[in-house]
């Protein structure tokens, strides 16, 4: 690191070769902010898509698993109306069966009202003891009229209500049928939102590798303009015998060995005093830019000075406040 005076300082900070130096350090610095911005973005954006690629593939899994409960709902509805469609299939049969009861006690019903009406003529037409004996012979057979009058309404009540278990069966299937049907429609609405959710992760997985490609990119670009600001570095070592540090360059000070100058590369957040850049510091051995005091012409303060200003400070930033 060479030692130099302050006035020698500032005219190598106003010569071309540093002039040209400073242009290529704002342009590299530029270049290399960019360039981490640009990385953190791609980065994050990519870990953002990869994010919503797994969202995306767990509600299509989700949603397909629930296309399958649906579908099986609408199987279950299904079924139930087929058992009363057979149902009502057998209970046909078993009406059938009841109804040809009916009609053959209906069609005994009708003889016996024949021979009812022929017995009763018949005896319209006897005289004497056989009126009796015919009498009797319509007593009896309106009893059996009667007694077949009643089984027919038996029959015929358990026809009626064997037809109305029929059609309950039926009103039961036919229900059972559309509500199955729309099952069946609704699972295949919620398989289509299954693939489209499955098409919709691929296509952010893919996303997500592209952006991880142009984050790799970026990282390089990041490398490099690095590499450029480290190559300014060494330059200005070599070419204007200083230090370069990530925001300052430093020279001995000729005139105070335990004492260097500082000169800013850029703005400088939570430093003691505003730095705007080139400016120029001088800086102690021991604190270096902890403590920053703006290099003036003339002796200068001793380092003995600055010391006792530096504890100055840090006492009174760590008390706080003042109180008022």
């Not at 902010?33 to 990519?46: I, N, T």
Request: overall charge negative; glycine content about 8%.
């Amino acid at each position: 690191m060479k030692s130099v005076r302050l006035g020698d300082l500032r005219e190598l900070l106003e010569s071309t070769a540093f002039g040209a130096w400073w242009t290529e350090w704002q342009r590299a610095s530029s270049a290399l902010a960019d360039a981490r911005l640009r990385h953190a973005d791609l980065v994050a954006q990519s870990e953002l898509m990869t994010l919503r690629s797994e969202i995306a593939q767990r509600a299509a899994v989700d949603t397909f698993s629930r296309s399958g409960e649906v579908e099986d709902e609408g199987t279950r509805w299904t079924a139930e109306a087929q058992g009363h469609e057979n149902r009502a299939l057998a209970l046909v049969g078993e009406y059938e069966r009841q109804r040809t009861r009916a009609s053959d006690v209906w069609m005994r019903l009708g003889g016996a009202d024949e021979q009812l009406e022929a017995k009763r003529e018949a005896a319209g037409r006897v005289r004497g003891h056989a009126r009796e004996s015919a009498e009797g012979a319509v007593r009896d057979a309106e009893r059996g009229r009667l007694a077949l009058a009643g089984e027919y309404e038996g029959e015929d009540r358990k026809r009626k209500a064997l037809w109305d278990e029929v059609e309950a069966a039926w009103a039961a299937s036919f229900e059972r049928s559309l509500v199955g049907a729309e099952h069946g429609l609704l699972a295949r609405r919620v398989r289509r939102d299954a693939e489209r959710l499955f098409s919709e992760a691929e296509e952010r997985r893919a996303r997500s590798r592209q952006l991880s490609g142009d984050a790799d990119t970026a990282q390089r670009e990041l490398r490099e303009a690095d590499a450029r600001l480290g190559a300014l570095r060494a330059a200005a070592r070599e070419r204007f015998g200083c230090v370069s540090g990530p925001s300052f360059l430093y020279w001995r000070h000729q005139d105070d060995s335990r004492s260097a100058f500082a000169v800013s590369l850029g703005e400088v957040d939570g430093a003691n005093v505003p730095v705007r850049p080139l400016a120029i510091f001088v800086v102690g051995r021991q604190r270096g830019v902890a403590f920053l005091e703006p290099a003036r012409d003339g002796a200068g303060s001793t380092a003995e000075e600055r010391d006792r200003r530096i504890d100055q400070f840090l006492a009174h930033r760590d008390d706080g406040p003042a109180k008022t």
